[in-house]
């Protein structure tokens, strides 16, 4: 499964009407953590295939998203479940980290 560029003309499809839980990625590309955990993030996709989605927001493409969810560091992973966040963490995380959010 591809990582899905989510932003706030998607964001109800993909996330709060998901049926599975949905992992996103709030990061940046000026970011160097962020681009420490984004092939981690990739490879949690493909290893959640068909369980669960994921989700990259650019916070400087999507700033209303990051202000929603109140994201004041990047990157910070956040698992959605039925519309609802159920799991927060900022900063790199490891893929076993990543995969027990995700539950």
Same mark, same amino acid.
């Given at each position: 499964?591809? +990582?899905?560029?989510?932003?706030? *003309? %998607?964001?109800?499809?993909? /996330? !709060? @009407?998901? *049926?599975?839980?949905? !992992? !996103?990625?709030?990061?940046?590309?000026?970011?160097?953590?962020?681009?420490? /955990?984004?092939? =981690?993030?990739?490879?949690?996709?493909?290893? +959640? *295939?068909?369980?669960?989605?994921?989700?990259?927001?650019?916070?400087?493409?999507?700033?209303?998203?990051?202000?929603?969810?109140? #994201?004041?560091? =990047?990157?910070? !992973?956040? #698992?959605? $479940? @039925?519309? $609802?966040?159920?799991?927060?963490? +900022?900063? +790199?995380?490891?893929? @076993?980290? =990543?995969? %027990?959010?995700?539950?």
């Amino acid at each position: 499964m591809s +990582v899905k560029t989510l932003t706030k *003309d %998607n964001f109800t499809t993909e /996330v !709060l @009407q998901s *049926d599975q839980a949905v !992992l !996103l990625d709030f990061w940046a590309p000026w970011c160097g953590p962020c681009r420490m /955990v984004s092939p =981690i993030v990739d490879q949690v996709a493909a290893e +959640v *295939d068909g369980r669960a989605k994921v989700g990259k927001v650019n916070v400087d493409e999507q700033p209303e998203l990051a202000a929603q969810f109140g #994201v004041m560091s =990047i990157p910070t !992973l956040i #698992v959605m $479940k @039925q519309g $609802k966040a159920v799991a927060t963490r +900022v900063g +790199v995380q490891s893929k @076993q980290a =990543i995969l %027990n959010m995700l539950g």
